[in-house]
């Protein structure tokens, strides 16, 4: 879906007017409509509010242009759901709600991730921990949180 598609249906999931999305927003109706359209797209700081406001990311509200990963842990970012927030309820596209919760980071070091991985991810090749641990360290590594 584009933009104002996405913009028009969740402003009426949300049961918002145009009118009342814009006063949210702090724009005009005039503005919102031209969004609908496809005419104009919201600036940064707008999308920030939509974000708050209508309770998606901002990846959601432009179409999912780009395929979010976890940067702690790499799993996929698929829906707004996995995706963490910070403390005052904003998303934080880079992490997933597992990794980063309440403002905080679940995992203190790689290590403790890997510890986590290995209790509770299957092994269907039967690899020794020892593989398994590398095999982890090395994936991870690569994700910017784990980058030295």
Known sequence: METKDILKTL???????????????LVSRQAVSRWETGETQPNTDTLKLLSKTLDASINTLL???????????????????????????????EYCKWC???????????????????AH??????????????QYDQALSQLNHWKL
């Open 63 to 93: 179409g999912s242009p780009r395929q979010l990963f976890c940067q702690c842990c790499g799993m996929p970012l698929y829906e707004d759901d996995v995706i963490s927030r910070e403390p005052n309820g904003d998303f934080n596209e």
């Open 121 to 134: 991810m299957p092994n269907p090749e039967e690899l020794a921990e020892q593989d398994r641990r590398a």
């Open 100 to 118: 980063y919760t309440d403002g905080n980071f679940v995992y203190q070091s790689k290590a403790d991730l890997i510890d986590f991985l290995i």
């Open 11 to 25: 402003r009426e999931k949300k049961g918002f007017t145009q009118e009342q999305l814009a006063d949210q927003v």
